[in-house]
């Protein structure tokens, strides 16, 4: 008998630890036309090239507000570019620099083309983390 709700007791922090939420609120997107990128990374060999998750959202008065549920913890970095033309790509000029803006968690820049993970990089450990991301 003592068994059973010890082992629900175990369910209920194992899925506890795995409900982790990253809220993504984006700022100074310009225009409500198109729609936003916003890709998740879950490690440095993986940025840039194999999102973890990636969804376009609706822009509403030139923010977007996105809550990603149900993430494991560890050390995450976020992508997101503002897809003006609806096309569902990054539009670059021929030299690959981007023509549709760019942004990153911890509003990480790069100096002469994308940040690196490592400025980028966000810890979720303990229940909800908050990346404001704005386009400068």
């Known amino acids: 008998m003592?068994?059973?709700?010890i082992i629900l007791l175990f369910i209920g922090?194992?899925?506890?630890?795995?409900?982790?939420?990253?809220e993504v609120n984006i700022s100074n997107i310009g225009s409500n036309t198109g729609k936003i990128s916003i890709?998740?990374?879950?490690?440095?060999?993986s940025f840039l090239k194999k999102p973890l998750f990636?969804?376009?959202?609706?822009?509403?008065?030139?923010k977007v507000k996105?809550?990603?549920?149900?993430?494991k913890p560890g050390t995450y970095a976020i992508v997101i570019y503002h897809?003006?033309?609806?096309?569902?790509?990054l539009d670059t000029y021929f030299f690959g620099l981007p023509k549709e803006k760019v942004a990153a968690s911890n509003n990480a820049q790069g100096k002469h083309g994308p940040p690196n993970y490592s400025e980028a990089k966000f810890v979720v450990k303990n229940g909800l983390v908050v990346q404001n991301i704005s386009f400068d």
């Open 2 to 5: 003592i068994k059973l709700p």
């Open 83 to 89: 897809d003006e033309n609806n096309n569902g790509n």
């Open 54 to 62: 990636e969804k376009f959202v609706a822009i509403e008065n030139a």
């Open 13 to 22: 922090i194992s899925f506890k630890v795995f409900s982790q939420e990253i």
């Open 66 to 71: 996105l809550l990603l549920k149900d993430i």
């Open 39 to 45: 890709s998740l990374f879950a490690d440095e060999a």
